[in-house]
């Protein structure tokens, strides 16, 4: 989805006071491996918005992003999911809430995406085609 955003729009484009799409893509890479990591190790990295400034460093990001959650993911255990924890040093829950929390969110701000591309005149991709 993010290669279909004119490079020029991805970072100042707003519709209705929302964030720039660039921005929201930003939070998203803050949030997604973070979570994988501080669940699998115990270890909670600061809760931080990516430094990717550029669409190309965004895309790129998101690449090393998706290995790095290909990666991570499969090493939590099973039992994990059952375990209240503390992400961030301020969210106490299980994990499984505190996972379907950051899937919530990423659908949330995908969808953003794609109200922002069709008001761009840019059909988005088709959600349910997988790779």
Same mark, same amino acid.
């Given at each position: 989805m993010l290669t279909a955003f004119p490079a020029t729009e991805f970072? &100042?484009? &707003?519709? $209705? $006071?929302?964030?720039?799409?660039?921005?929201?893509?930003k939070e998203m890479l803050g949030v997604a491996v973070p979570t994988a990591h501080g669940v699998? =190790? $115990?270890e909670w990295e600061t809760h931080a918005e990516a430094s990717a400034t550029t669409k190309d460093e965004i895309l790129a990001a998101w690449d090393h992003s998706t290995a790095e959650l290909d990666r991570i993911f499969p090493q939590i255990p099973l039992a994990k999911f $059952?375990? =209240?924890i503390m992400a961030f040093g301020q969210w106490t829950m299980p994990v499984h809430d505190l996972l379907l929390y950051v899937i919530d969110n990423e659908i949330h701000h995908r969808a953003q995406g794609y109200v922002y591309l069709r008001a761009l005149g840019v059909e988005p991709p088709t959600f349910w085609e997988r790779d």
């Open positions: 970072d &100042s484009f &707003s519709i $209705g $006071g929302m964030r720039p799409f660039a921005a929201v893509a699998l =190790t $115990g $059952g375990e =209240t």
